[in-house]
């Protein structure tokens, strides 16, 4: 009796471990936390406001610095060794830097979103703004990626990553474009409200 009341509690650890969620962040340098340290960026200050109010989520970091909408789908297939239950897909911002047509970065996204459902994992969608120098029809394009792709496939999205921080000087470094550790504090707040009640 004692051996299956044993076997029983190990598998039901195990189903406890294994259900808990997993969100890849799947980003740029602002998700990698360029110029503060690794525990100030965005996705390990969310981590620690889930688990503050008593949800277990583990949030690996897959920021890198430089990175456009184009490495999305092989990074994530790199991602699936992790087993993911959610992905954040934060990429974009070095798209409309660089002025990409929105037509390629739509269809680098699309992809990216395919795989990760295809392998059951539920997709939050982060947008981007561009930046004024390309115009305003390039901007209204850009930002249209966003919409376009969360209605295609029914996503949750967050219009804008950078929302209260973007363009404020005592949230950014000093190149303007990435933010601090206070920046980085409020785009954690904004995403834990996004997300509070649709992990499971």
């Known amino acids: 009796m004692f051996k299956i009341c044993l076997s029983v509690l190990l598998m039901l650890s195990g189903w406890i471990a294994s259900a ?25 200050v969310l981590e620690k406001k889930f688990k503050s109010d008593h949800l277990e989520v583990k949030i690996i970091n897959a920021g890198l610095s430089g990175s456009t909408s184009a490495s999305g789908p092989s990074r994530m297939t790199w991602q699936l060794k992790a087993k993911p239950t959610h992905l954040l897909l934060a990429l974009g911002a070095n798209d409309a830097l660089r002025g990409i047509n929105p037509t390629d970065t739509t269809e680098s996204l699309r992809k990216t979103i395919k795989i990760a459902l295809d392998n059951h994992i539920k997709v939050f969608l982060i947008g981007m703004k561009a930046p ?69």
């Open 20 to 44: 808990q969620p997993v969100i890849v962040v799947l980003g740029d340098s602002l998700a990698a936390g360029y110029g503060v340290d690794k525990e100030e960026a965005f996705p390990s």
């Open 132 to 200: 004024p120098n390309y115009g305003k029809d390039f901007s209204l394009k850009f930002e249209s990626v966003f919409i376009t792709l969360s209605k295609e496939f029914k996503l949750d999205r967050l219009p804008f990553l950078l929302e209260g921080v973007a363009g404020e000087a005592s949230l950014n470094q000093g190149d303007g474009i990435h933010p601090n550790a206070k920046g980085h504090k409020i785009i954690a707040d904004h995403l834990y409200n996004f997300l509070k009640g649709k992990i499971r």
